[in-house]
C-alpha cells in the first residue's frame, strides 16, 4: 500500500501547456465501491504534493474533475481515503475516464481514452514485479554473503535481472516514443559506465579505474533527463535526480560542487521555470547542509543568481537579508586566511591572533554562563593538556562582557591557553568569524588558513589527527 502526505495550497502556481484539441480538461472517474465519498485530484511538484482540486462521488461511486484551462503535463495523483492513491499522467489528451475499485485499486485500474495511461499501468504493475524480484535477489545475497560460491551464483543471476531490467525501460521508451511516459521513464534509465582499461604497470591502477568511472558517471549521469522540459516539474523525478547527484555522485568539496552547479544552470537556463526549480533547489540544499565547507557553494549561489538580479522570484527583502548573511560568512570560508584579531587578554597584555607560531590553532569562542559550553570547555582543556606540546595553540576569545564572571572561570579552572577579552569587540570578531553562538570553533594552519569550522569540541582531536595523516 502507497501513502502520501499532502500540503493544500490557498493559490495555486501558474500553468502552463502543450496544447490540445478540446479545450480545457475533464477527467470522468468511477470507483465502484466507494459512494458518496469524497476524493482529491493532486499533483507532484518537485519533493512535495498538493491539491489540485476535490471529487465528491455521488451513490454510484461517480464524479468528475474538470477544468476550462489545461493542466500544465506530469504525473497527477487521484488521492483516496486513507491517504492511498494512485497516479496518472496528463499529457497532451486532457478527457478520458478512469474505472477501479477502492477494494483493489492498483489491479482494478482501467482507462478509457488515453492509451498513454493504459500503457503506464502496465509499466507500473511490470516494473514493481521487477522490482520485488531484484529486492529478493537481494535478500539471498544477504543471507548468504559468508558462502563464496553461493555469492558467484546469485551476483550473475543479480547482474542479468539488473540487464532484464534496464532493457525494459528501453523497450517502453520505444514503445511509447514521443509521448510522456516515454520521458518519465527515459529520465529513470540509469547510464551505462564503459569497462575503463588502463595501461600495465600502472602504479594504482584501481584508484585510476574509479576516477576514470567517476568522472564518466559524474558527466553523463543527466543524459537520459531533459533539463529543458517543463513537464518534469510535475513530477518527482527531477528533484530527485539533483538531490541524488548532489548529494551521492558528486564529491563533497565546494570547488567540485561550485563546476558541476555551472554546468546544470548552463543547461536549464534556456527554460524559465526549470532555471528556477533548479536554482531553488540548489540554494536550499546547500543552506539547509550540515557537511563543513558547504557554505561556500551557498555563497556562490548568492552571488551568481540571487543577487545578481537573475532570481526575480525573491523580493527585495529577501535579497537585504541575504545580502547581511552572505557578507557574515564570506570572511570565514573553508580554505581563507583567516582575519587577524588583536585585544587584550587575561595576562594584560595585547594578543595577536597572527602572533601564534604553531601548526594548529584552535580559534575558541565561548562564555563562562553558556550551558553548551560549560560541557566544552572542559573537554577543550583535557584535549589541550595533553596536546599542547604537539605544536597547538588554543586562542579562546570571550564573548561575554562580565570580566569577573570572565576571569573568575579562567582561574578556577586553570585555563592557560590564550584568553582574549575584547567586550567592546573592537577587533569584529563577532562579524569575521560569525560569532551568533557560543561555542563556535575554527581550526587554522601554521599560516592561520581556515582548515576547519563549526566543528564540536569532541571532533577537534580526530580532525586534526586526519589532517596530520593525510594532508600535512
Not at 8 to 29: A, C, H, M, T
Not at 61 to 73: K, N, R, S, T
Not at 325 to 335: A, K, T, V
Request: net charge neutral; aromatic share 14%.
Amino acid at each position: 500500500m502507497r501513502t502520501v502526505f499532502f500540503i493544500i495550497l490557498l493559490s495555486l502556481v501558474p500553468v502552463f501547456s502543450f496544447g490540445q484539441l478540446k479545450n480545457g480538461y475533464e477527467i470522468d472517474i468511477t470507483i465502484r465501491d466507494l459512494p458518496d465519498s469524497t476524493v482529491f485530484f493532486a499533483y507532484h511538484l518537485g519533493d512535495k504534493q498538493y491539491i489540485k482540486d476535490t471529487i465528491i462521488l455521488d451513490r454510484t461511486g461517480h464524479g468528475i474533475v474538470h477544468g476550462q484551462e489545461i493542466l500544465p503535463q506530469g504525473i497527477y495523483m487521484i488521492v483516496l481515503p486513507g491517504r492511498k492513491y494512485f497516479e496518472l499522467l496528463i499529457s497532451s489528451g486532457q478527457h478520458f475516464s478512469i474505472r477501479c475499485t477502492f477494494s483493489d485499486y492498483f489491479n482494478t485500474l482501467k482507462f478509457t481514452g488515453s492509451e498513454e495511461n493504459s500503457a503506464f499501468v502496465e509499466y507500473q504493475k511490470k516494473w514493481m514485479s521487477m522490482q520485488q524480484h531484484s529486492a529478493t535477489i537481494s535478500k539471498r545475497i544477504q543471507n548468504n554473503k559468508q558462502i563464496n560460491d553461493s555469492l558467484k551464483v546469485l551476483g550473475s543471476i543479480q547482474k542479468l535481472h539488473e540487464e532484464n531490467m534496464k532493457s525494459y525501460l528501453k523497450s517502453v521508451i520505444k514503445e511509447n516514443n514521443g509521448n510522456l511516459l516515454a520521458t518519465l521513464v527515459k529520465a529513470l534509465l540509469p547510464i551505462d559506465i564503459p569497462e575503463f582499461l588502463v595501461p600495465i604497470g600502472l602504479a594504482n591502477p584501481d584508484s585510476v579505474k574509479w576516477i576514470m568511472s567517476y568522472n564518466y558517471n559524474k558527466d553523463h549521469f543527466f543524459d537520459n533527463v531533459d533539463l529543458t522540459d517543463e513537464r518534469l516539474l510535475r513530477t518527482p523525478i527531477l528533484y530527485a535526480r539533483l538531490n541524488t547527484f548532489f548529494t551521492t555522485i558528486v564529491i563533497q568539496s565546494p570547488d567540485s560542487i561550485n563546476k558541476e552547479i555551472d554546468k546544470i544552470i548552463q543547461k536549464c537556463k534556456v527554460n524559465y521555470k526549470i532555471y528556477q526549480f533548479v536554482s531553488v533547489y540548489l540554494f536550499n540544499h546547500f543552506r539547509e547542509s550540515e557537511i563543513m565547507g558547504h557554505d561556500a557553494v551557498m555563497v556562490k549561489l548568492a552571488d551568481d543568481i540571487y543577487l545578481s538580479g537573475k532570481a526575480d522570484w525573491v523580493t527585495k527583502e529577501f535579497k537585504d537579508d541575504l545580502r547581511k548573511q552572505i557578507d557574515l560568512i564570506r570572511p570565514n570560508l573553508i580554505g581563507k586566511k583567516a582575519e587577524n584579531i588583536v585585544m587584550d587578554s587575561y595576562k594584560g597584555i595585547f594578543v595577536s591572533l597572527y602572533d601564534v607560531e604553531k601548526e594548529f590553532t584552535i580559534l575558541y569562542f565561548w562564555e563562562p554562563d553558556c550551558g553548551h559550553c560549560k560541557e566544552a570547555t572542559p573537554k577543550l582543556k583535557a584535549y589541550y593538556d595533553k596536546s599542547k606540546d604537539y605544536s597547538l595553540e588554543v586562542f579562546a576569545v570571550c564573548t561575554t562582557a562580565d570580566k569577573a564572571k570572565w576571569t573568575k572561570y579562567i582561574e578556577d579552572n586553570k585555563l592557560t591557553w590564550i584568553n582574549g577579552w575584547d567586550p567592546q569587540r573592537s577587533s569584529h570578531f563577532d562579524f569575521y568569524y560569525n560569532v551568533q553562538s557560543t561555542p563556535t570553533v575554527y581550526i587554522l594552519d601554521k599560516n592561520k588558513k581556515i582548515i576547519a569550522k563549526k566543528l564540536s569540541v569532541e571532533e577537534i582531536g580526530p580532525f586534526i589527527d586526519n589532517y596530520r595523516k593525510f594532508f600535512k
